[in-house]
């Protein structure tokens, strides 16, 4: 199993500009969540999927949409970057049950200028 | 105010001394969790606890549910054991601490 994976690695985009971060897990894991993660601070979760088909709002979801239309992927959306949108971002997923742990993906780290 | 505490936020060890890091929390959970972050950014999962005790190789993982505290040992530290440790809880949502950057010198 690939695990999480996550593209692109780095990516600069400029102020208003839109992209797609991906994020792909092959173990067939109900839940995935996107984080990012600041310097000097910690993870906040943006959104987070409990299924293909349902998605919801975590602590940061401001200038963020998903989509959630098959078990593996989990796309995170900026449209109209901004500078306060540099940050490193992690997918992350888990299986069903309560305290399963989680897998992280690689990091997408994000530079808007 | 920070829903999971971290201690300390840094720390430097010589190689060989038992390292402690410490994780205090104000929510109810269902389970805390050891993640290390590696300098390339890469996270991984050390313990998933809900109760007691955990030990893998050097690494022991407690936690204590009726004081919200969890402590992460490291036994005969080595320099590969630089990383951020970074100590996360199942509440109604998963909540992390900012992370304890490790650096042990040979």
């Known amino acids: 199993n690939a695990g999480v994976t996550q593209t692109p690695k780095f990516r600069i985009l400029k102020i208003g500009q839109s992209m797609t971060l991906q994020c792909t897990q092959d173990m067939n894991h109900n839940y995935m969540y996107w984080y990012r993660q600041d310097p000097g601070m910690g993870l906040k979760l943006i959104y987070y999927s409990v299924g293909a088909g349902i998605t919801d709002k975590g602590e940061v979801p401001n200038g963020y949409n998903v989509s959630r239309s098959t078990t593996e992927d989990f796309p995170l959306r900026l449209e109209l970057a901004a500078p306060s949108q540099t940050s490193v971002y992690f997918c992350?997923?888990?299986?069903?049950?309560?305290?399963?742990?989680?897998?992280f993906g690689p990091g997408t780290r994000l530079l808007v200028l | 105010k920070n829903e999971v505490e971290q201690s300390p936020q840094n720390l430097t060890a010589q190689e060989g001394e038992f390292i402690t890091i410490n994780c205090s929390y104000s929510?109810?959970?269902?389970?805390l969790h050891w993640l290390q972050q590696h300098p390339g950014g890469g996270i991984v999962s050390l313990f998933m606890l809900s109760s007691g005790k955990k030990k893998h190789g050097r690494l022991i993982a407690t936690i204590n549910i009726q004081e919200k505290h969890s402590s992460l040992h490291i036994t005969a530290s080595h320099p590969r054991d630089s990383a951020v440790y970074i100590c996360?809880?199942?509440?109604?949502?998963?909540?992390f601490g900012t992370g304890t950057s490790l650096t042990v010198i040979p």
């Open positions: 992350a997923s888990r299986a069903r049950t309560g305290q399963e742990t989680q897998y």
């Open positions: 929510v109810g959970i269902s389970a």
């Open positions: 996360a809880v199942n509440g109604n949502q998963f909540y």
